[in-house]
């Protein structure tokens, strides 16, 4: 637990000097402390930033630790970009590290409320947020978290969307900035002939869904197929292992907060994963 929260302040203050984020001379927390209760709270106390905050002020870790408004004003005013640059850093590691240039995609789903109570939720609105998981043939109402992953399950990419839309929809929306001549394997619902010869041709990636047996660019070899289900399945592990993380409730009382909790929980697992 030490050597993770030691990992997590210097990462952070590493990042906050690279990207030369100016502070004012008064603070009594630094920016890089600030998020490190963030990550903390996401490691370790289940995104409960209060039990976090203490925690880290009893043990010497912050000691000059700010009061519980004022951390949570602190906390929303560092911008989008710090906590997207801290996630490519450790995206770039992971990237090097995978050796065999083997990627899989795919998406997981973070409920906001049940069914029953769509009508009263305040946090998301719209029937756009209404989902559907298709293994548990049972509808949700939240966001969906698509990600890709390397072959030994850590993550690369991440995009968070409303939980209507289709895996084929936001699979087109991401940079799949990953190593030219990668494999990526993705399950049915990634089937998009065109945009599968856009990767190919553009960025270099080729991309393997799993297909029906009937398909048009149905795999040949029955060893192949197995293959790549095997290798797709270790990316259900990844998101057990991520939202292992999650409290039985994420509690949030803006979408932006709900957001921010989710991104702080990928980062510490991704942090997780460096120091496994």
Not at 4 to 27: A, F, N, P
Not at 108 to 115: A, H, L, T
Not at 167 to 191: H, L, R, W
Request: proline share 3%; with cysteine; aromatic share 10%.
């Amino acid at each position: 637990m030490e050597a993770e929260i030691t990992i997590i302040y210097m990462l952070c203050d590493e990042l906050t000097k690279t990207m030369d984020i100016k502070e004012d001379i008064r603070i009594k927390m630094s920016n890089a402390e600030v998020m490190t209760v963030v990550l903390t709270s996401a490691r370790f106390f289940g995104g409960n930033i209060r039990n976090a905050s203490i925690f880290l002020k009893e043990h010497g870790y912050i000691p000059n630790m700010l009061s519980e408004s004022r951390l949570n004003r602190r906390i929303h005013a560092v911008d989008g970009s710090v906590w997207e640059n801290l996630f490519c850093i450790l995206s770039e590691i992971f990237k090097k590290m995978n050796t065999g240039q083997e990627y899989i995609i795919d998406s997981f789903p973070v409920p906001v409320c049940d069914n029953i109570r769509i009508s009263r939720a305040v946090i998301l609105k719209g029937e756009n947020y209404r989902g559907y998981i298709a293994s548990k043939l049972r509808y949700f109402f939240g966001i969906r978290v698509h990600m890709i992953v390397t072959s030994s399950g850590k993550p690369v990419e991440f995009v968070i969307a409303p939980g209507a839309d289709a895996d084929v929809t936001v699979f087109k929306q991401m940079n799949f900035s990953i190593p030219e001549n990668s494999i990526c394997y993705g399950d049915k619902a990634y089937n998009d002939y065109n945009h599968e010869d856009i990767l190919i041709n553009a960025a270099g990636v080729i991309f393997r869904p799993f297909r029906k047996k009937n398909s048009v660019r149905a795999t040949d070899s029955q060893i192949e197929r197995l293959a790549a289900r095997n290798t797709r399945k270790r990316i259900e592990t990844v998101f057990s292992q991520i939202t292992n993380f999650f409290p039985k409730k994420i509690h949030a009382v803006t979408k932006e907060c709900l957001i921010l909790k989710v991104i702080s929980f990928i980062i510490a697992f991704s942090i997780r994963c460096l120091t496994a």
